[in-house]
T-cell receptor, first 115, second 112 residues
């Protein structure tokens, strides 16, 4: 399958700081990228959907000013968690796909711990 | 009714048995269906995709789709302990743009 690279795989940051997570499609052009959050023993929660060159569509309850998503190119999307707090500690996962009916492939995930 | 529903499990089967995972979806215009496997602490990986009614086989995995019943299933033959994971069903609704919806997942435990 196609390769989606997510970086970093884990990060620890201080409360109040911002953290940027990158998601890259390595061998295909990702027309759509998805960002998820997953708490322990819970299912994936979609945070937002982004299409290249346009603003992300956020799910209800997700603060767009706190979770900044940029999908500036067909191979790169970034999620910035601004002013992080301990309750933002979670497993963040991106996925990407090429075309409307295509499969989505996942990055390795980023485990964020805010102390 | 949730868009994509799965039994949360855990579903326990003995090694060598057939594991049957089920998924129902509410939107009739859904056209693409996917099964993902997620090991604890890891991100999901794609196992199967299915687009038309009937069965699709890939190794020990068989996906079954019945659009009239809005039902998709995954069969795992000769289950192995390494198959123990959470299995996620995903549905794509093309007429809503690019809406890709996951079910909550079914936790499978294969007992040696």
């Amino acid at each position: 399958g196609a390769v989606v690279s997510q970086h970093p795989s884990w990060v620890i940051c201080k409360s109040g700081t911002s953290v940027k997570i990158e998601c890259r499609s390595l061998d295909f052009q990702a027309t759509t990228m998805f960002w998820y959050r997953q708490f322990p023993k819970q299912s994936l929660m979609l945070m937002a959907t982004s299409n290249e060159g346009s603003k992300a569509t956020y799910e209800q309850g997700v603060e767009k000013d706190k979770f900044l998503i940029n999908h500036a190119s067909l191979t790169l999307s970034t999620l910035t968690v601004t002013s992080a707090h301990p309750e933002d500690s979670s497993f963040y996962i991106c996925s990407a796909r090429e075309g409307e009916s295509a499969e989505a492939f996942f990055g390795q995930g980023t485990r964020l711990t805010v102390v | 009714q949730k868009e994509v529903e799965q039994n949360s499990g855990p579903l326990s089967v003995p090694e060598g048995a057939i594991a049957s995972l089920n998924c129902t979806y509410s939107d009739r215009v859904s056209q693409s269906f996917f099964w993902y496997r997620q090991y604890s602490g890891k991100s999901p990986e794609l196992i199967m995709s299915i687009y038309s009614n009937g069965d699709k086989e890939d190794g020990r995995f068989t996906a079954q789709l019945n659009k009239a019943s809005q039902y998709v299933s995954l069969l795992i033959r000769d289950s192995q302990p390494s198959d123990s994971a959470t299995y996620l069903c995903a549905v794509n609704r093309q007429d809503y743009g690019q809406n890709f919806v996951f079910g909550p997942g079914t936790r499978l435990s294969v007992l040696p």
